[in-house]
């Protein structure tokens, strides 16, 4: 059964659609109280359909950049202008999708530690290294944190809960730099806190080595805080 994968899909399309009708409202330079075009030539003109639209729609229309006058249209509120406004909406998605993604992959960490091959943590144990060196010269190893943590899941051996959080990490990284990207406007230097959490990864293999599942699970906390840490700077 492919449910989880095909809800955060469509999850994912709905939010994208909406960053869409936010970028035309801007390109655009529809004033507070201006129509956008009806759901029919949206959707025909961006080739997605109706329902999608629609949902899209609704994620902005909570956002209280549109509102949706019943037999009228969609008109544009008296939002506020620039980007900080697409970010909030994207942050909207972004942390509810952490806090689920921190939830299923923390499972399925305590689930697997008693039974994770040797092999496995050897190769885990590699990564982490490789991580915490890289780390250290104060570059931060985007794509092989992604592929550690799918490892994780994935030794679990559950293999619809690996699937479910493996396509939560694919949308967590088209956030990413988006939200990253945000901080190079603010004086807030966000790269330190991240690079604070590798050394964590290696002490969780290393504990998880020792099938020490209560102290792997605190390095697992740890690595979350300073996440948290960082997208609590974002108001």
Not at 117 to 139: F, H, T, Y
Not at 157 to 174: H, P, R
Request: charged residues 35%.
């Amino acid at each position: 059964m492919e449910y989880g994968r095909d809800t955060g899909r469509k999850r994912l399309l709905y939010s994208k659609l909406s960053d869409r009708i936010y970028q035309y409202i801007k390109e655009e330079h529809l004033s507070p109280g201006d129509r956008l075009p009806g759901e029919r030539k949206l959707a025909a003109d961006w080739k997605v359909s109706r329902p999608s639209l629609r949902e899209a729609i609704r994620e902005l229309e909570n956002q209280g950049i549109v509102r949706v006058e019943v037999g009228k249209g969609t008109f544009v509120t008296d939002y506020v202008e620039g980007r900080q406004l697409s970010i909030n909406l994207a942050l909207k998605n972004f942390l509810e999708l952490f806090e689920i993604k921190t939830v299923l992959e923390r499972y399925s960490l305590e689930k697997a530690i008693p039974n994770i091959s040797e092999e496995k943590l050897k190769e885990l144990e590699d990564m982490a290294v490789q991580m915490d060196a890289v780390a250290a010269k104060g570059i931060m190893p985007k794509e092989m944190d992604h592929q550690f943590h799918r490892s994780i899941s994935e030794s679990y051996g559950n293999q619809e809960l690996a699937n479910l959080v493996c396509n939560m990490i694919e949308m967590y990284e088209t956030f990413d730099n988006d939200l990253y990207g945000y901080f190079e406007d603010k004086d807030f230097d966000y790269l330190p806190i991240l690079l604070q959490t590798f050394p964590y990864h290696l002490e969780m293999v290393r504990m998880m080595k020792e099938r020490n599942v209560e102290e792997a699970l605190k390095r697992f906390d740890k690595i979350v805080a300073l996440d948290l840490e960082i997208y609590g700077q974002i108001k």
